[in-house]
């Protein structure tokens, strides 16, 4: 009796043996991964990081600029209410009479000028290009010429005819030991360059305006037929005469 006393399993034992066997056979979960345990960057990661740079980015410009602009000076055409104002009631076509009556005399009408056709708002500045101002002789009217020779009391017209003279140097050498074939090649390119030296200049301006941040432009001159009598046969005014370089100053490579 006592043999079998001993024999007897003790209770649970084979359920426990169970439990083990079933655990060892069973497929193993793995550990819940959480997003701190994750080693790469998530999109949300980085939209937050260019979120921060362009806060921090618009922070610096407005405080480090002198135009307090969140964009680094940067104003598009749309924030600007005279431009989009402009923008929805069309583009202005005004003939050179029609344009000089924008001088600033009227008070009722805004100040105009124009370079190489474009009509440019100058009105944010009327102490300059108002009546008494400064530069009042620009306005109402297109003055290209001026512009590119600094002239501003001769050269008040878009004819830039002969202004190429400008920029050709002086020939002030004497024995120049080439052929007249060479002089003629090279009046030739300088005469070329010299006009596109005009077309740059012209261009700059017309950006200076367009670009400007109280100015913009608001349309075209239109050609009202009238036949200029001067045009082609002005001359170059004294101040862009004493401008021109001298062949003797100018290196080979020139």
Not at 8 to 16: N, W
Not at 57 to 78: A, K
Not at 164 to 192: G, K, S, W
Request: charged fraction near 30%.
């Amino acid at each position: 009796m006592s043999e079998l006393r001993q024999r007897q399993p003790a209770a649970g034992s084979g359920r426990q043996q169970n439990t083990d066997a079933d655990a060892d056979t069973a497929p193993r979960r793995e550990p819940r991964r959480t997003d701190d345990d994750d080693p790469f960057i998530s999109v949300l990661d980085i939209i937050r990081v260019f979120v921060v740079l362009v806060i921090a980015s618009c922070g610096l410009s407005y405080y480090m600029t002198n135009t307090e602009s969140v964009l680094w000076g940067y104003r598009p055409w749309f924030t600007r209410w005279p431009v989009v104002k402009q923008y929805l009631s069309g583009s202005v076509h005004l003939t050179p009479v029609e344009l000089s009556l924008y001088n600033g005399t009227d008070p009722s009408l805004p100040i105009y000028l124009a370079v190489n056709g474009s009509i440019f708002d100058v009105s944010a500045n009327p102490m300059i290009y108002g009546p008494g101002g400064s530069y009042n002789f620009f306005a109402g009217r297109d003055a290209t010429r001026a512009f590119v020779t600094g002239c501003f009391k001769e050269d008040l017209t878009t004819d830039v005819g002969g202004v190429e003279e400008m920029f050709l140097p002086v020939e002030d050498v004497e024995d120049e030991q080439i052929t007249m074939a060479e002089r003629t090649l090279r009046h030739e390119r300088e005469l070329m360059l010299a006009r596109e030296q005009i077309e740059k200049t012209v261009l700059r301006w017309q950006n200076f305006f367009r670009n400007h941040k109280k100015y913009f432009e608001v349309g075209l001159v239109e050609d009202d037929g009238t036949v200029d009598p001067e045009k082609g046969k002005r001359v170059l005014c004294e101040g862009a005469k004493k401008q021109r370089p001298k062949r003797s100053e100018m290196t080979e490579e020139e």
